[in-house]
Structures are given as C-alpha cells and as structure tokens.
C-alpha cells in the first residue's frame, strides 16, 4: 500500500509565504515525477508545477517566479515553497506521484488528500 500525505496548508494574508510537504510511504520501489495540482472553487483541477526523478521542473505559467518545487529523494518527500502568494492561489492543494509498489514493480499515479490554501487579509 502506497500512501501521499500533504501538509502545510492554511491561511495566509496576500503577499505572504508557504511552504506544503507531501510524503509518500509504503511498501515503495521506486518514484520517478511528482507534482503539484491545485483545484479552486468551480474549476478545474490544474498542474501548479512538476518534478523528475532527476531533478527537471515544470511550472505553471501563473506560479512563475513565486513557486519553487523540489524533493528530498531519501524522504520520498515533495516540497512546494509558495512566495508572494496572491488571493488567486486559493484552491485544495494535491500532491501526486509515478510510484511503483515493492509489490507490482508497475507506475501508478497516486494522489494525496489535498490540503487548502487559502490567500486572504
């Protein structure tokens, strides 16, 4: 069983900062991307940024200059420190990965929960 936990979310006034963790845990063999999505009231889920196994990052161009992605490999872990955030980043924020179980040696796509942001004053 292949887990994603995020955490880190919360409230923050305009123009304020975090930082959201996502962690995988399980019987795990191998992880290659992972990325963060976001989703906000009455739209669409949309990629807010990406990261290879080796290190490449792709990023949404509304979060460009403000969100840096990266990963701590020996943690399984994901980071998204989010700066200069705007009232427009508001959304429930998911983690996903390419994970392949210890058991099937196959990718999957799994999913965090989600966790909110919410950009307000």
């Known amino acids: 069983q292949v887990q994603l936990v995020e955490s880190g979310g919360g409230l923050v006034q305009p123009g304020g900062s975090l930082r959201l963790s996502c962690a995988a845990s399980?019987?795990?063999?191998?992880?290659?991307?992972m990325g963060w999505y976001r989703q906000a009231p009455g739209k669409e889920r949309e990629l807010v940024a990406d990261i290879s196994s080796g290190g490449s990052t792709n990023y949404a161009d509304s979060v460009k200059g403000r969100f840096t992605i990266s990963r701590d490999h020996a943690k399984n872990t994901v980071y998204l420190q989010m700066n200069s955030l705007k009232p427009e980043d508001t959304a429930v924020y998911y983690c996903?990965?390419?994970?392949?179980?210890?058991?099937?040696?196959?990718?999957?796509?799994?999913w965090g929960q989600g966790t909110q942001v919410t950009v307000s004053s």
């Open positions: 996903n990965g390419a994970i392949a179980s210890a058991w099937t040696r196959t990718s999957t796509t799994y």
């Open positions: 399980g019987s795990i063999f191998s992880i290659d991307a």
